[in-house]
């Protein structure tokens, strides 16, 4: 619709499809609030549901789904989380543990991405390649599991006099960015339609520039778009989601899908460095739009992977193995996070802390997980007459296993995770008493400067 042309554009939508969306983000929102309740990620209840609404009889709700629908809307919300992960990234942070940030950042994730491609490759027959993309979708560690778990240790002081949530925090938006970057430039090596073994090899560093190009470019617009001393913030949050909508789904249209996901995390991050150099803090109006959006696209998201899950057609094999793979993946990874924080100034116990604090999965492994069954049953629905269709139909094979690894290890680390460092938090951290707490009147007259734009983020303070 936004591209210029004047053809005709059929929109068709199956019966039942509005329908199926209402019933499954009302229920999956329920079914993540009754999982809260027993102190466990909500979304593992929205990924339940979805696979309930899928696979139980006499249940149309999941198969009412249009996929070409389902497709968009998981583009559209992993938009969303992605533009809220690089809003996130605290440049500030990064600078002042950036050492052991970028070595916990990188290291646990590179091994475990080794790890997974050899055994996958040994257990499943995955090909090289295939064997890679699943160790970086398996790598990512969750935000979403993660963060609310440190930020809620952090208000009750733990860990804070060594600057431990924030440690993780910060390296957590690296691992994901380092993770979804390679994962998407291996995606589009993928599924490059040419021949050309020196496209092939210059198809990853491209599709990267082309990301990095256009999200730094795109940052730097929002920033002064905008113009005026108080820009709106309502058009900054349609421009920023409009450029990380055309993004995703230009990249897609131009044939370098691997751009698309770098692109909306890097304009994010331009964006919010500009924004809080403007006065703008952490917590800036258009992140809290985002939050707010992702109350809705978060069942959306997590039910529709769920629906992707057909209990009938997953094989026990795969199931097995691919939870063997899984653990020798996590072992590697709790090992190399443990040794990742030495030469610094933490203990055994808060080394530890960090090592199970590094193992949950969610939200990128929900967001990214089904993307090459999506591009493999895109390039078998297109396939003519000269295509290989055994290797279009091996690649549907081959992204249904990626995809169904994917959920294993959001069921299995999600709750051990956030049940791990909710409950050995207080037992291997640090309490530190604040002394002098900002009040709440404090806070509130601070914010309203800031918005309003009397004074910047420098001249108010922390």
């Not at 999982?35 to 466990?40: E, F, M, N, Q, T």
């Not at 049953?377 to 992204?399: F, H, T, W």
């Not at 999600?414 to 806070?443: C, F, I, N, Q, S």
Request: contains cysteine.
């Amino acid at each position: 619709v936004a591209l210029p042309g004047y053809d005709p554009i059929n929109i068709v939508i199956e019966g039942g499809t509005v329908f199926s969306l209402i019933v499954l983000v009302v229920v999956a929102y329920i079914g993540g609030w009754l999982v809260s309740l027993v102190k466990l990620p909500p979304l593992l209840g929205m990924l339940l549901v979805g696979i309930v609404l899928k696979n139980v009889p006499y249940i149309d709700v999941g198969r009412g789904l249009d996929p070409n629908w389902s497709a968009a809307l998981r583009s559209a919300a992993l938009t969303v989380i992605l533009l809220r992960a690089g809003l996130g990234l605290d440049p500030v942070a990064l600078k002042q543990l950036s050492a052991m940030v970028f070595r916990l950042a990188f290291s646990p994730c590179l091994a475990e991405t080794l790890v997974v491609a050899v055994a996958s490759n040994l257990l499943l027959g995955f090909p090289w390649i295939w064997g890679f993309m699943l160790g970086f979708v398996l790598a990512a560690v969750s935000p979403a599991v993660v963060v609310p778990c440190l930020l809620s240790l952090q208000e009750q002081g733990y860990g804070v006099e060594k600057g431990i949530p924030t440690l993780v925090i910060a390296a957590a938006s690296v691992d994901d960015v380092l993770a979804i970057s390679a994962f998407t430039i291996i995606l589009g090596i993928t599924f490059n339609e040419t021949n050309d073994i020196a496209m092939l090899i210059l198809q990853g560093p491209l599709e990267a520039v082309i990301g990095i190009v256009w999200g730094v470019g795109w940052g730097l617009l929002m920033v002064f778009l905008p113009p005026g001393p108080r820009p709106s913030v309502l058009l900054r949050v349609l421009l920023l989601l409009g450029g990380g909508l055309f993004a995703l789904f230009g990249s897609k249209m131009a044939g370098v899908s691997g751009s698309g996901a770098l692109a909306v995390l890097g304009m994010g991050f331009v964006a919010g460095m500009g924004w809080r150099r403007q006065g703008w803090g952490d917590d800036n109006p258009v992140s809290r739009i985002l939050a707010q959006m992702w109350i809705v696209f978060q069942p959306l998201l997590f039910g529709l992977i769920g629906t992707e899950i057909k209990v009938s057609e997953l094989d026990s094999e795969t199931v097995g193995l691919g939870v063997v793979v899984l653990v020798c993946g996590l072992a590697v990874r709790f090992v190399v996070s443990y040794s990742a924080v030495f030469g610094g100034d933490l203990t055994h116990r808060e080394r530890l802390f960090v090592a199970l604090a590094w193992l949950p999965k969610a939200t990128v492994q929900a967001a990214v997980g089904p993307l090459a069954l999506d591009l493999a049953n895109q390039a078998l629905k297109n396939a003519g007459e000269d295509d290989d269709i055994s290797a279009l139909e091996r690649k549907v094979e081959l992204g249904q296993k990626v995809l169904t690894i994917a959920v294993l290890v959001i069921l299995i680390t999600a709750p051990v995770g956030a049940v791990a460092v909710m409950t050995m938090g207080p037992r291997l951290l640090k309490k530190k008493e604040r002394e002098e707490e900002e009040t709440d009147e404090e806070k509130l007259k601070r914010e309203e400067m800031l918005e309003s734009g009397v004074v910047n983020q420098s001249e108010v303070g922390e």
